[in-house]
């Protein structure tokens, strides 16, 4: 199981760009790098995995380097409604995850 | 699509009181989990499960039971409740095939006085 590191706050404008990026140095071979969104009330909500490269889907972008000691999470044209806490898990089994404080995105009008 | 239903969403119990938390999944997945969520402290796993009938403990065990008499349900426990359970309890599930996303319900929230 995999420490990753990531901002605390990140403040942000409506049709901005937010890059998030996480820190895990010690990931091993086998593991996925996976953010959640968390809105207050709520659970945390699944946004996208990557093993390497970079993946897209119609919420976000995910790049990983080659050496996948970090990745960055990127939201493009944030609106308000984007404001929430987003966390970035890296393991190789789901059940052995640790949620670790996340990264409280404000987005401002 | 109900996904994952935890209930009761708010409980408020006595120091000593005991109770059980419900979780009910429909999306037919092995696994199943429970955490708790503290202010600036992200979730911590309490236990999970890899299966009906199996249990395991996580980070965060003492104090908790739970069980997986079926499937679809997983049932988190407090014998002795103490202000220091005082928390967001989330449960989660993933069909436990491969690195698949787990799926949250929107928590329970209990206060011990």
């Known amino acids: 199981l995999a420490k990753t590191t990531q901002p605390i706050s990140m403040d942000s404008y409506e049709g901005q760009e937010v890059n998030i990026t996480c820190s895990h140095n010690?990931?091993?071979?086998?593991?996925?790098i996976t953010w959640y969104q968390q809105f207050p009330s709520q659970g945390p909500r699944f946004i996208i995995q990557?093993?390497?490269t970079k993946v897209t889907n119609e919420v976000a972008s995910l790049f990983i380097p080659a050496d996948r000691k970090s990745s960055t999470l990127s939201l493009p044209r944030v609106s308000l409604s984007d404001t929430a806490v987003y966390y970035c898990l890296a393991g190789e089994r789901d059940y052995k995850l640790s949620f670790g404080a996340g990264t409280t995105v404000t987005v401002r009008a | 699509n109900a996904g994952v239903t935890q209930t009761p969403k708010f409980r408020v119990l006595k120091t000593g009181q005991s109770m059980t938390l419900l979780c009910a999944q429909d999306m037919n997945h092995e696994y199943m989990y429970w955490y708790r969520q503290d202010p600036g402290m992200g979730l911590r796993l309490i236990h999970y499960?890899?299966?009906?009938?199996?249990?395991a403990k996580g980070e965060v065990p003492d104090g908790y039971n739970v069980s997986r008499l079926k499937k679809q349900n997983f049932l988190l426990g407090l014998e002795s409740a103490a202000p220091s359970q005082t928390s967001v309890y989330f449960c989660a599930s993933s069909p436990g095939s491969g690195n698949q996303p787990q799926h949250f319900g929107d928590g329970t929230r209990l206060s011990i006085l």
């Open positions: 010690n990931i091993a071979t086998n593991d996925y």
């Open positions: 990557g093993y390497k």
């Open positions: 499960s890899v299966g009906e009938g199996t249990t």
